[in-house]
């Protein structure tokens, strides 16, 4: 069976990348107009097409058009809470950690 989750989305991180990027840009129509329009595209697909799915005893996340390598939930050593944006490309502050395989702690 088949399970798919999508990723809950933090509408403030958009906010703040979105601003990050805009005060970073400089001048000209192109910088300006057209380079965020595209940046801000790609970013909102990602953001919003983020998905954890359960098939065949693997977990499997995609983010946007990237794709990571399945993993085995019987590997799976520990899962908890973590607000670290280090921890997991996700599109949102409330996150997850998962520890699996072969750990060095």
């Known amino acids: 069976m088949k399970k798919k989750y999508p990723s809950k989305v933090s509408y403030g991180l958009l906010l703040f990348i979105f601003v990050l990027i805009e005060n970073g840009l400089g001048q000209g129509i192109f910088v300006k107009m057209v380079f965020p329009i595209i ?3 790609f970013i909102v697909y990602l953001f919003f097409n983020t ?3 359960i098939e ?6 995609k983010f946007g ?3 990571f390598k399945p993993i085995d939930i019987k590997d799976i050593k520990e899962i908890s809470k973590t607000n670290s944006i280090l921890s997991s ?3 949102s502050f409330d996150r997850i950690e998962i520890k699996y395989g072969k750990q060095i702690w």
């Open 65 to 67: 058009f990237f794709s």
């Open 89 to 91: 490309p996700a599109p």
């Open 39 to 41: 940046l801000y595209g």
């Open 51 to 53: 998905s954890y799915t």
């Open 56 to 61: 065949n005893g693997q977990l499997k996340i």
